[in-house]
């Protein structure tokens, strides 16, 4: 005979459950144990990220932060960390003045040009604001070679005939003063020229000249960036690095100054400051060591691909290490020398500095 509702209800209430005290409270227990556990790793999230350590180069790396491939800058969006950078030729002769913009560069590359002076290509994020870079000068053939391997808009006033017949040939994206773009630079008054000539980075015509926005996917990196303490530059103290270019203007010194893991640049043993009389700083030097012969009587020519020596210093750490380069469409990469093979420079994000010498050319750290 089937049970009313209220007689099944009293039923239920009067049934005794036989599951004993103790494993009720060791499961109690247990829920508890995990539950504080989740919390605890959930509020420390961020932290752990920061101290995690990546031994091996080649392992999946599940830290969800994103970085700007160049510099290491934290993004928020993929095409973010895959924009491209453009690239500006800056003059270093003696009677050029100030640099303009140099402090905001995320990549510099300094490579000697004819008369024992030396030639930057400094190179930007697209995101980044910079009302002035300069003084721009002419290209020679390796910086626009160089330009190519990292993806880069070239910008320069002019160049070698060697160069300019590079970058006709390998239809590099550029924007060059003296053939048609002279309206995306502009003059300051207050100095000669030609050393007058700059830029601004919202004068870059992307879309009216339909420039890709953001890097090939298949484009390798020219290094890795160190994670947590113990992954950086392993090496020899180098809280300062000397590089003599030529002549005595043309001696470049990093030094590191107090606890700061940053170099400052020096130049003939002044501080080199940017127009805004801000020091220049970099996080990371790299001495790349290449063979340079002679186009003609004046012109050099240089290695930009194959392999070579160089020198990595990193937060006041120097170890030798080897380049690399087996296409022109393809950045140098660099690489140290560990236990388990050569592995891809673990740099600080930040600028980096990379200084081309000649091999044989003297270069000093203490």
Known sequence: MALSKKKCVRVLMRKKFTAPLWLLLVIGSVIVVVLGRLFFLLSHESEYQSLIVWDDPLAVRTDPRLQWWLDGRAVEREEDARARPYAVMIDQGIDSGVPAGLDKASVVVEALVEGGVTRLMALFDPIASVEKIGPVRSVR???????????????????????????????????????????????????????????????????????????????????????????????????????????????????????????????????????????????????????????????????TIGEGKTLICSAGECADGIWKREKDNQPTQFFIHSQKGDRLAPLLPGATWIEVVPEGKRVTFQ
Do not use: C
Not at 170 to 197: Q, V
Not at 232 to 258: A, C, H, M
Not at 286 to 298: A, F, H, K, R, T
């Open 141 to 303: 053939p390796y910086f626009a070679d160089w330009a190519q391997g990292f993806d880069a808009v070239l910008v320069h006033a002019g160049g070698s005939p060697t160069a300019l017949k590079l970058i006709s040939i390998t239809e590099i994206d550029e924007l060059n003063e003296i053939s048609g773009d002279g309206m995306y630079f502009f003059r300051d008054p207050y100095r000669s020229a030609p050393h007058n000539l700059f830029i601004a980075s919202s004068r870059l015509p992307w879309k009216k000249k339909e420039w890709r926005p953001v890097i090939d996917q298949d484009t390798i990196k020219p290094w890795d960036w160190a994670r947590g303490t113990t992954d950086g530059i392993q090496g020899n103290p180098g809280s300062s690095i000397l590089v003599d270019f030529s002549r005595t203007s043309y001696t470049v010194e990093w030094k590191q100054k107090n606890s700061a893991q940053s170099y400052q640049r020096f130049r003939n043993g002044i501080p080199e400051v940017v127009e805004s009389d801000k020091a220049i700083f970099a996080d990371n030097i790299i001495v790349q060591y290449i063979q340079v012969g002679l186009e003609d009587e004046l012109r050099l020519t240089m290695q």
